[in-house]
């Protein structure tokens, strides 16, 4: 049984200043921090002692750890340790917040003091601290915020930089847009635009809803060189609805829309109506950098030999982009964006090469690829799908595509060494042979299977013929969707892969060798996450290849609640973005690029952000076995 002592005044301020050591009571008003620590008391409970029962009640009290460690485990037989948390740390926040039981049995796995606030003051601080309830509700969304802030004040950017991925792209607009209505005459137009030194002119209705946009460069292509007269309206030429975004949107998602669209001007609206046009050269001020000096570099190259310098540059790009502190979601995004368009240039000057066969076919992107989640430091996965193919043609479409692997190798993605290629024959399938190949994998169900389903399911087409992708994608989601037998092999491999939390440590590390105290953030971070979107996602029938995309669309099909999904979500970000501060670190002092960190090196807030969102990993776990019924 537990012993508890209220606080007495002396100690007022020694808990206070002990609560500042850990989030959110590190950013509370001091009146908040001040109220909340009067009304604490402090209990003690032996090794083994049960702190919260999973017995249908709902909790009395928050418990906060002031000394020791507590664990967390299934309330059932198997008495499985499902987290544990020390210093600092709350719970069970879930069943507060829902006026539920607690879904765990907490129990002290050593001597352990802990700051206990009842439940009604629990609430009562909900409504008067807004960083108390906000970390309450969006616990790792809060954390991650405060890690984004560390992350800018270490790079050290300068003061107008800061925040600015997160503005929204209202505050870009600089003067009012240029428009026109659709009949006015492309010599009146041009004037206009010579006249407002300007790059693009908007084509609007006369309530001011865009209709479609005219760039200079599209002038050159669609009106010079095709010599249209200059009496024509602006309408004949103009691009029909055009990408726009609104303008409360960020910044960020007008980089999104550049770079997966190919475009570099965006009229921006209110309500539907014209109040600005942003273009690339309005959100970057990125040194020499930008998406529009490297995109329109990638689409003039006529000689691959140029290819790898815009590769390098990609990376520098991406590199400056985690140093202003943009999230990885969008920044892995945009990397792969590029990336797209990299690869996707390489494929068209290498179809000059040679003549290809009048078959229809498309190039895949496999792993991280076609999940949109490459980092710095990636190899290649990919391969060929046609329609139908004689051996001849077969035989040029292998060569075309070892060009290609090997021009993109000189790029900086290498050979993938277990052969995931489109130049491997095995990987250059038509449709039909590629539906036969999963259905052998779904029917088999073995280890070697499960290991190409991981990599071959997340395919995604690229270049060319790409309703073929399409096709394949349609067929596999309802194949696998009928096979729970195959479903379930997919989920057992998943779940032998348990994120790296310790008992007695904070995490499991290596323990000898080169890699000794550290762990692989790739194998034992990332892939618990890609590995169970990818067999919730085959379930619930969700199209997308990328792992946010494939939870978030089974958290819909299920009816998941929102805040759990996106909590999972954002574990498996804070992830990628540790992976991608370690590659940038490397790439900056020359070492060798990996996936390995030493847990301990992080700072305290990061440690903790990584712990949680390998809990994350494991809660996402257990829902997959659920669903199975392991």
Request: hydrophobic share 45%; with cysteine; glycine share 6%.
């Amino acid at each position: 049984m537990a012993s508890s002592l209220p606080l007495a005044s002396s100690l007022l301020r020694a808990t206070v200043e002990t609560l500042r050591r850990q989030a959110p009571f590190s950013d509370m008003a001091e009146t908040d921090l001040e109220w909340a620590a009067e009304r604490l008391s402090l209990a003690y409970f032996p090794r083994d002692a049960a702190l919260v029962e999973a017995d249908g009640q709902p909790p009395a009290c928050l418990f906060i750890v002031k000394q020791g460690v507590v664990e967390g485990e299934a309330p059932d037989a198997r008495g499985v340790r499902l987290l544990q948390l020390t210093d600092g740390e709350m719970f069970p926040l879930g069943a507060l917040l829902a006026g539920r039981a607690a879904a765990n049995r907490y129990v002290a796995a050593a001597d352990t003091f802990c700051y206990r606030l009842p439940a009604a003051d629990f609430h009562a601080l909900l409504g008067r601290s807004r960083v108390f309830g906000d970390f309450c509700t969006r616990r790792i969304a809060s954390l991650l915020e405060q890690s984004q802030r560390a992350v800018q004040s270490e790079y050290a950017l300068a003061l107008d930089d800061e925040n600015r991925f997160s503005r929204p792209v209202r505050s870009l607009i600089r003067r009012a847009p240029v428009a026109v209505a659709a009949e006015t005459p492309l010599a009146e137009a041009l004037a206009i635009v010579n006249a407002a030194r300007v790059g693009s002119v908007v084509v609007s209705d006369p309530q001011g809803r865009p209709l479609g946009i005219l760039t200079l460069k599209d002038v050159l292509q669609r009106v010079t060189l095709a010599g249209v007269p200059l009496s024509t309206a602006i309408s004949g030429v103009m691009t029909r609805d055009p990408a726009m975004l609104e303008a409360t949107a960020t910044v960020t998602d007008a980089l999104l829309v550049m770079a997966r669209q190919g475009v570099h001007h965006l009229p921006v609206t209110d309500g539907g109506r014209l109040v600005g046009v942003v273009s690339e050269k309005d959100v970057f001020a990125l040194r020499r950098l930008s998406m529009e000096g490297i995109t329109g570099a990638i689409a003039r190259a006529e000689d691959p030999a140029a290819l790898p310098a815009l590769a390098r540059d990609i990376g520098a790009l991406a590199r400056n982009l985690l140093a202003q502190g943009m999230n990885a979601e969008n920044l892995t995004a945009i990397l792969s964006s590029l990336n797209d368009k990299l690869t996707q240039r390489v494929i068209e000057l290498e179809m000059r090469v040679a003549p290809l066969p009048a078959v229809q076919w498309c190039w895949l992107a496999l792993g991280s690829e076609g999940r949109m989640e490459q980092t710095l430091a990636t190899d290649q996965d990919n391969a060929l799908i046609y329609r139908a193919a004689t051996e001849n043609e077969r035989a040029t479409l292998l060569a075309f595509a070892e060009r290609v692997n090997h021009r993109l190798a000189a790029c900086g993605f290498p050979l993938c060494k277990g052969g995931i290629m489109a130049s491997n024959p095995k990987w250059c399938q038509s449709l039909d042979d590629w539906r036969a190949t999963f259905a052998g994998w779904i029917h088999r169900g073995d280890a070697p299977a499960l290991l190409h389903a991981a990599v071959f399911f997340d395919f995604r087409p690229l270049h060319g013929a790409k309703e073929l992708g399409d096709e394949l994608r349609s067929w596999l989601n309802a194949s696998a969707r009928e096979n729970r037998l195959f479903l379930r092999h997919m989920a057992e491999n998943a779940l032998a892969n348990r994120p790296p939390l310790g008992l007695v440590r904070d995490f499991v590390v290596a323990s000898g060798g080169t890699e000794a105290h550290t762990l692989d953030l790739k194998l034992n971070g990332i892939t618990p996450f890609v590995d169970a979107a990818r067999v919730l996602g085959l379930y619930a029938g969700v199209n997308a290849s990328g792992t946010a995309a494939r939870l978030r669309g089974a958290g819909a099909a299920w009816r998941l609640a929102p805040a759990e999904v996106e909590a999972w979500v954002a574990a498996f970000h804070f992830i990628q973005l540790l992976r991608l501060r370690r590659q940038h670190a490397a790439q900056t002092t020359g070492e060798p690029v990996d996936n390995r960190i030493d847990p301990e090196r992080l700072n305290a807030l990061d440690r903790r952000i990584l712990k949680e969102a390998f809990r994350q990993a494991r809660k996402l776990q257990a829902v997959m076995e659920r669903y199975f019924e392991f």
